[in-house]
């Protein structure tokens, strides 16, 4: 009989942005984003990720509306420190929130957090999401100092960005790896809950799901491309089937 201790399954939200950027290119109502999460729903997700970004550039605010009135999962609200999401986060009241950097000129998230330089700014937003009933979560790289910083501050968990580790390759990937380990890690020794998200497919998430202190990974991008070749259901199921081969493999 093995003494190893059974490990958590890690959740997968489902990310329907980009849903929104394929509708917003024609400025219609096509395709509808709160359908994309009724089917991840229906595929087996965990849970829907939406960030709503100040430019507007793929989901819209009532998206957020629509999702909180229909889906039966936790709605993960992706928001910039900004008094205006502030206030659209404490109306909704998401199950949680991730509060992620923000450019206006940037395609995608393309970092983490700084939050030790950003601590005076980010804390009252912290405080009121928590008070307002909503579980916080920050989006950083994998840095002991940012842990650290995240953990002192309050955030109930975060979210180490992966996407240098994705777009590393050979040795280069494996260090990225070694980083996110060790990032994850020390995570779970402050009592934080870990996630992990961004840039994430077929070929990365298996090495990830290894890693044992990982809770959930937020995986967007790839799976709504993927979708438009097999359908959202059957590219949850392949990336389901990877994670949990990934993290049997411990």
Same mark, same amino acid.
């Given at each position: 009989?093995?003494?190893?201790?059974?490990? *958590? %399954?890690?959740?997968?939200?489902?990310?329907?942005?980009?849903?929104?950027?394929?509708?917003?290119?024609?400025?219609? $109502?096509?395709?509808?984003?709160?359908?994309?999460?009724?089917?991840?729903?229906?595929?087996?997700?965990?849970?829907?990720?939406? *960030?709503?970004?100040?430019?507007?550039?793929?989901?819209?605010?009532?998206? &957020?509306?629509?999702?909180?009135? *229909?889906?039966? &999962?936790?709605?993960?609200?992706?928001?910039?420190?900004?008094?205006?999401?502030?206030?659209?986060? &404490?109306?909704? %009241?998401?199950?949680?929130?991730?509060? +992620?950097?923000?450019?206006?000129?940037?395609?995608?998230?393309?970092?983490?957090?700084?939050?030790?330089?950003?601590?005076?700014?980010? %804390?009252?937003?912290?405080?009121?999401?928590?008070? @307002?009933?909503?579980?916080?979560?920050?989006?950083?790289?994998?840095? $002991?100092?940012?842990?650290?910083?995240? %953990?002192?501050?309050?955030?109930?968990?975060?979210?180490?960005?992966?996407?240098?580790? $994705?777009?590393?390759?050979?040795?280069?990937?494996?260090?990225?790896?070694?980083?996110?380990?060790?990032?994850?890690?020390?995570?779970?020794?402050?009592?934080?809950?870990?996630?992990?998200?961004?840039?994430?497919?077929?070929?990365?998430?298996?090495? $990830?799901?290894?890693?044992?202190?990982?809770?959930?990974?937020?995986?967007? *991008?790839?799976?709504?491309?993927?979708?438009?070749? +097999?359908?959202?259901?059957? @590219?949850?199921?392949?990336?389901?089937?990877?994670?949990?081969?990934?993290?049997? @493999? &411990?």
């Amino acid at each position: 009989m093995s003494n190893k201790m059974p490990l *958590h %399954k890690i959740r997968l939200g489902v990310n329907i942005d980009h849903v929104a950027t394929v509708r917003n290119a024609r400025g219609g $109502v096509e395709p509808d984003p709160l359908r994309a999460a009724l089917l991840a729903q229906e595929a087996g997700a965990d849970g829907i990720t939406a *960030h709503l970004r100040e430019d507007r550039r793929h989901i819209k605010d009532e998206d &957020i509306a629509r999702l909180m009135a *229909h889906i039966n &999962i936790p709605l993960n609200f992706e928001m910039a420190a900004t008094d205006e999401m502030l206030a659209i986060a &404490i109306s909704h %009241k998401p199950a949680s929130a991730c509060i +992620v950097p923000e450019k206006r000129q940037e395609l995608t998230t393309e970092g983490g957090l700084d939050i030790i330089g950003g601590y005076d700014h980010l %804390k009252p937003y912290i405080v009121a999401l928590q008070e @307002a009933g909503i579980s916080v979560s920050l989006f950083i790289d994998a840095d $002991v100092r940012q842990i650290k910083a995240s %953990k002192e501050i309050g955030a109930d968990k975060v979210e180490l960005h992966t996407g240098a580790y $994705v777009d590393a390759l050979g040795e280069k990937r494996v260090n990225q790896l070694e980083r996110l380990r060790s990032g994850a890690a020390y995570c779970a020794s402050l009592d934080l809950e870990v996630h992990a998200g961004h840039g994430l497919n077929y070929q990365t998430v298996e090495a $990830v799901a290894e890693i044992p202190e990982f809770c959930e990974f937020n995986i967007g *991008h790839f799976l709504i491309g993927e979708a438009i070749f +097999v359908g959202l259901d059957q @590219a949850i199921a392949e990336m389901r089937r990877l994670m949990d081969k990934g993290r049997a @493999a &411990i």
